[in-house]
């Protein structure tokens, strides 16, 4: 069966999280992480896939450095894909810092409570359920619902309300970063026309991992969109919206990965940390002290048989703060 992990053995001082370099028979290079290491063996996950890897005729090289992203300003209306290479047919970004996409945790003692909010446009959110910036707050999903189009509407409206003697109102401090996982042909082409379309591609960043894609990139698209985030947050003080679908995709491909380390399973066969794992997604989220620019994270996740006691729901929702429901 198809594996994301490859074994090597003879390794000197292999170290965890380092990024390994495979150059395969026909010269094509792909990129892979030390996910486990054994005195002189390591275990890498491969972010493109193993198919094609030949243990006799491929070559390995330990960079000593853990994934890290180019950023620059250049960024934004540019579109991605999971691994973060240019899919617009565009240059490489140039970059300006190169960030680890784990980022940093944010101390509890230097967070901002969050106040002010974002107008989304949508009344049963603004009314009822208003978001504010800073604030993590899922939508919560069934396969076949309109989630896609909410998403897509939200990205078109979305804006900052104004408000007396504020100076940070204007359009050119706020973004969006759409990182898409699992997604399929058509849902991806809906998103980017409708971007395009409208307007917003101007002021989104777009990830895009498609169905088809390397499942194992998911688990490093949400990574690399708030990776992104954070240096327009915090560095260009910039009010960041970051939309996440589908984090059961993202789940997902975490359970296979723990499957293929032959890991305890959990409950329905998702390994024990996935919450921690969620975790450190969703916690990328906020304000910070000394800084103008916030973080605030939108993700959604469809319920598998649309079922609010499933795993995935169920630590969202531990974490978030609050849901919002598609019902049927």
């Known amino acids: 069966p198809w594996c994301p992990l490859v074994i090597l053995d003879n390794v000197k001082f292999p170290r965890f999280a380092e990024i390994v370099n495979l150059t395969l028979a026909d010269g094509s290079v792909r990129q892979g992480q030390v996910l486990e290491v054994n005195h002189s063996k390591a275990v890498v996950q491969v972010f493109e896939g193993t198919s094609g890897v030949d243990n006799k005729h491929s070559h390995v090289e330990f960079t000593g450095d853990t994934l890290k992203m180019p950023i620059s300003d250049e960024m934004i209306g540019r579109s991605f894909n999971g691994s973060g290479k240019p899919l617009d047919k565009g240059p490489a970004v140039l970059a300006e810092d190169y960030l680890d996409i784990n980022g940093a945790p944010i101390n509890p003692q230097a967070r901002i409570y969050p106040k002010e909010m974002i107008e ?12 504010v910036r800073g604030q993590k707050l899922p939508l919560f999903s069934a396969a076949g619902l309109p989630h ?7 990205c ?4 900052l309300v104004k408000q007396k003697d504020t100076k940070d109102h204007s359009a050119d401090n706020f973004s969006i970063v759409f990182g898409a996982m699992g997604v399929n042909m058509e849902t991806a082409r809906f998103f980017k026309n409708d971007f395009e379309e409208n307007g917003s591609m101007e002021n989104v960043i777009l990830f895009l991992n498609l169905a088809n894609d390397p499942t194992i990139e998911r688990i490093v698209t949400p990574r690399l969109a708030l990776t992104a985030a954070e240096y327009f947050a915090y560095e260009r003080e910039q009010h960041v919206f970051v939309i996440l679908t589908d984090m059961s995709s993202y789940a997902d491909a975490l359970r296979e990965v723990s499957a293929a380390r032959e890991e305890v399973p959990g409950r329905r066969g998702y390994p024990g940390y996935m919450y921690t794992d969620l975790a450190t997604i969703y916690e990328r989220a906020g304000r910070v002290q000394g800084r103008n620019g916030s973080i605030t994270q939108f993700p ?9 006691t499933h795993p995935i729901p169920d630590l969202t929702g531990y974490i978030t703060e609050g849901q919002v429901f598609v019902r049927q």
């Open 300 to 308: 959604i996740l469809s319920m598998p048989n649309d079922d609010i």
């Open 156 to 159: 078109r409206q979305a804006g």
């Open 148 to 154: 896609n189009e909410i998403a897509a509407q939200i």
């Open 120 to 131: 989304t446009g949508v009344s049963a959110l603004d009314t009822m359920n208003s978001i």
